[in-house]
């Protein structure tokens, strides 16, 4: 594209923004910074700038009630340069194309730093499962596997939980996988319940990789865990896990919060006591009187802030009012770009999203690996090769942004495009 019509596009897309980063073209455009880094040409970024393959389904499911509501699905598959795609299937109501687009794209970075044999994809249905009865969610997870069920697969791509799916879901999918191919198919998908061919570990795998990469940041900063003061926006999967880990390695969690508000206590907060109260979309702050706002509990006095919520959390507007020295996202895309260049004029440390959440995917793979050969490894085998996987990943990163110059996310991207780039030129793509 020329620079003038680049330019043109830049204003068209600002001119639409309506106050929220578009994620999609945020993306592209990093990683075309990246690959320029890297000395590409611009075909590579032809290539890489969207998805090679994106399915739109559009699935009837009949309700408990009786009548029969149409859900859209999409799943997006970025690139398979390097092998299979990989990545979650999300259930949420603000599920759009661009997004599922976007967080293919991230899932290619992903398996790029943690050096894993797969390109990225991503899957999502437009629906609320608050709202959905269990035999509701059951027919929507079988009617959306049989949707797309041309183009996934053991050896083609390979779905997984991800926001407001879990376990009991892809159970559902492996089951209808299975039975549309008519031979037991426990490969098709990972995060499945331990006795279906699961991985031990896979179900803590994203927090206990945000920890490992909180520990490996301490470091850096000569910083002790014992020390730390942290604050952990969200309490699903990654931020209530999460919490725990850091309250058991004797940190002090002074904040949490679920989507309604958050919880604040600077001597450290009763984590066990809030596990125990949460409830499995990891509500918990409606039980309490005293609660602050998901905006002050971003800016509270801590060392560490993970967003473990959703994205759009840290941007330009409160970028200069966070307290932390360390930022860790557990979340997908939590902080806008403009603000990753504020904080790290500020001197934050910010570990960027697509290393620190990659705990999950990497233990998705080792449970592909383990379905593939049929042998299964105990839990210390799977902990200790996720805590190589993640500090490897982490020091490369931290040592690409040293010696390149710029801050961890873009290293971030350059190692994480470098192995697809690398990948399609070997099989005369590019
Ligand atoms: N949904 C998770 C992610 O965004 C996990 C993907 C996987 O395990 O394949 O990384």
Known sequence: ????????????????????????????????????????????????????????????????????????????????????????????????????????????????????????????????????????????????????????????????????????????????????????????????????????????????????????????????????????????????FLAKFMHDAGAKVVGISDVHGGLYDPNGLDIPYLLDRRDSFGMISQLFQNTISNEELLELDCDILVPAAVSNQITAQNAHRIKASIIVEAANGPTTMEATNILTERGILLVPDILASAGGVTVSYFEWVQNNQGYYWSEEEVYGKLQRVMIDSFETVFETAQAHQVNMRMAAYMIGIRKTAEAARFRGWI
């Open 1 to 240: 594209m020329s620079s003038v019509k680049e330019k043109e596009e830049v204003l068209k897309r600002e001119e639409e923004k309506d106050g929220s980063d578009d994620l999609f073209f945020s993306t592209q455009q990093v990683i075309k910074e990246a690959l320029t880094k890297l000395g590409y040409r611009d075909e590579v970024f032809e290539l890489l700038k969207e998805p090679i393959r994106m399915l739109t389904v559009r699935i009837p499911v009949k309700m408990d009630n009786g009548s029969i509501q149409i859900f859209t699905g999409f799943r997006s598959q970025h690139n398979d340069a390097v092998g299979p795609t990989k990545g979650g299937v999300r259930f949420h109501p603000e599920v759009t194309e661009e997004e599922v687009k976007a967080l293919s794209i991230w899932m290619t970075l992903k398996c790029g730093i943690t050096n894993l044999p797969y390109g990225g994809g991503k899957g999502g249905i437009i629906c609320d499962p608050r709202k959905m009865s269990f035999g509701e969610l059951e027919r929507l997870s079988r009617g959306y596997v049989r949707a797309v069920s041309q183009i996934v697969g053991p050896t083609k791509d390979i779905p997984a939980p991800d926001v407001y799916t879990n376990s009991q879901i892809m159970a559902w999918m492996m089951d209808e996988y299975s039975r549309l191919r008519e031979f037991d198919s426990p490969g098709f998908i990972t995060g499945k319940p331990i006795v279906l061919g699961g991985s031990h570990g896979r179900e803590t795998a994203t927090a206990r990789g945000v920890a490992i990469c909180i520990a490996e940041a301490l470091k850096t900063k000569n910083l002790r865990l014992q020390d730390a003061r942290i604050v952990v926006q969200g309490f699903g999967n990654a931020g209530s």
